[in-house]
C-alpha cells in the first residue's frame, strides 16, 4: 500500500500512531500482525484522501498494556499493536459459544478433537501456588521482511518464558530469555501515568485462573465470548473487525501456547473448539522443530492464511503450530509458510531463570 501523505499530514499520523496503546512484549500470532498493520495503514490511507482533520483518538485502554521491548514486533521497523483478535472478512455472525444447533466443525475434526481432550483430561493435576512461575521452552519462527512486504522468516530460535501465577494484580510479570539475553515481562500504562497491576485472566492465563474457567464446552465458549468482547468494546474494535468464530479459535490456540494447562480446562477447550464452525483437519503439518503431526486447522479468509495447531499422531500431545498463506497476498504467494512453533518443554518451577533440569536458578533478574 503507497502512503499518499507527506508534510504535516505525516506529522498527524505519527502523531496518531504515538497515541495508539504501546506493543506487546509477547511475540504475536501472525493474524495479529496483519490485522494490526491493515488497520493502521487502512486508517492512513482513509486519511490521506481527505483534507478535513484526523478523527478523534481512540480512547484510552481501559486496563494496563504490556509493555515489553519490540524485539519481533517489528516489520521493516514499524511495531505493530495489539488492537483486537483477528477477523474475517464478513459480517460479524453470531457468537458461536450456546449456539446448539448452528453448524460445528466437520466430521473428522470433531473426531480429532474429542481424541484430544480424551488424552488432555487424564493427565495428572497440579497444586501451583501464587509464588510460583510457569516455564515453557519453544523454537519460534521470527519475520524479518519489510513492511508491507513479502515475509522473510528466520530459522527456528530458542525461546524460555517464565510467567508469574500469582493470582492478583501485578506489574512484572516474567521473564524472556532470547538470542542470549534476558526481557524482563512488565506490565503497566503507558508512560507518564500511575503503573497499575494487570490481574490473571484471558490475557495472563495462570494455572489457578484457567483451572475456574468452566468445562462444559458451551459454558466456556460463552465465557471466552464475553472476554474477547469486554476487550474490544474497551479498545473500540469496529463491528466489521470482529468476528466471533475467529475470535474464539485465535482465543483458545493463544491459551494452548505458553501455558501449563489444568487437565479438566485442557479438555474442555479442545471440545469447545470443535463447536467452532470452519475448524478442519490437517492431515498432515509440521511443527518448528521438523516434527510431523496431524492438525486442527481454520481458515481466516480476511487475512488470506490459515493457522494450525499439530497434534502428535500417535500421542495426541501438542506439539506447536504453523501459518500459511491460502491465496496470494503482500506477504507472498499461495502456501508461504508465515510462522511456525514447537513446544519443546513445559515445567513449574519456583523462581525465574529456573529451569527444570537446575537446583537452583541465578540470583540475578
Known amino acids: 500500500m503507497n502512503d499518499r501523505t507527506s508534510g504535516p499530514e505525516r506529522a498527524e499520523h505519527e502523531e496518531l500512531a504515538r497515541l495508539l496503546p504501546a506493543p506487546a512484549e509477547r511475540d504475536l500470532p501472525p493474524g495479529r500482525h496483519l490485522h494490526h498493520k491493515d488497520t493502521l495503514m487502512r486508517l492512513i490511507d482513509q486519511d490521506g484522501d481527505r483534507t478535513t482533520a484526523l478523527p478523534r483518538p481512540r480512547p484510552r485502554l481501559l486496563r494496563p498494556t504490556v509493555l515489553l521491548p519490540a524485539a519481533g514486533l517489528a516489520l521493516g521497523g514499524v511495531l505493530l499493536t495489539t488492537l483486537t483478535v483477528t ?72 525461546r524460555e518464558v517464565w510467567i508469574t501465577q500469582k493470582s492478583g494484580p501485578v506489574i512484572d510479570e516474567g521473564l524472556i530469555h532470547q538470542g542470549g539475553s534476558y526481557i524482563p515481562i512488565t506490565v503497566g500504562v503507558p508512560d507518564g501515568e500511575a503503573a497499575v497491576g494487570y490481574p490473571a485472566g484471558l490475557s495472563r492465563p495462570t494455572y489457578t485462573w484457567l483451572a475456574s474457567l468452566p468445562t462444559d464446552p458451551d459454558a466456556l465458549l460463552q465465557r471466552l465470548a464475553t472476554e474477547i468482547t469486554a476487550d474490544q468494546d474497551a479498545r473500540d474494535t469496529p ?122 536458578p541465578s540470583t540475578t533478574t
Open 239 to 360: 463491528a466489521e473487525d470482529r468476528d466471533p468464530d475467529q475470535d474464539a479459535f485465535d482465543a483458545i490456540g493463544e491459551l494452548l501456547r505458553e501455558t501449563v494447562m489444568p487437565p479438566k480446562t485442557a479438555a474442555a477447550l479442545y471440545k469447545a473448539a470443535a463447536k467452532i464452525p470452519g475448524v478442519t483437519e490437517d492431515s498432515d503439518a509440521v511443527d518448528a522443530a521438523g516434527r510431523h503431526g496431524i492438525g486442527v486447522a481454520r481458515d481466516n479468509t480476511r487475512a488470506g492464511w490459515r493457522t494450525a495447531w499439530i497434534f502428535d499422531s500417535t500421542t495426541l500431545e501438542y506439539l506447536g503450530e504453523r501459518s500459511y498463506l491460502i491465496k496470494d497476498t503482500s506477504m507472498g504467494k499461495k502456501g508461504t509458510l508465515i510462522n511456525r512453533s514447537a513446544v519443546l518443554e513445559r515445567a513449574v518451577v519456583n523462581a525465574l531463570r529456573e529451569r527444570p533440569s537446575t537446583e537452583k
Open 87 to 158: 477477523g474475517q472478512d464478513r459480517a460479524p455472525a453470531p457468537s458461536a459459544a450456546g449456539t446448539g444447533s448452528r453448524a460445528t466443525a466437520p466430521r473428522g475434526a470433531a473426531v480429532l478433537l474429542d481424541r484430544v481432550a480424551s488424552v488432555a483430561a487424564k493427565k495428572g493435576e497440579q497444586k501451583v501456588t501464587d509464588d510460583q512461575f510457569v516455564y515453557v521452552r519453544t523454537l519460534q519462527t521470527e519475520n524479518e521482511g519489510k513492511f508491507d512486504g513479502p515475509v522473510k522468516l528466520t530459522e527456528p530460535r530458542e
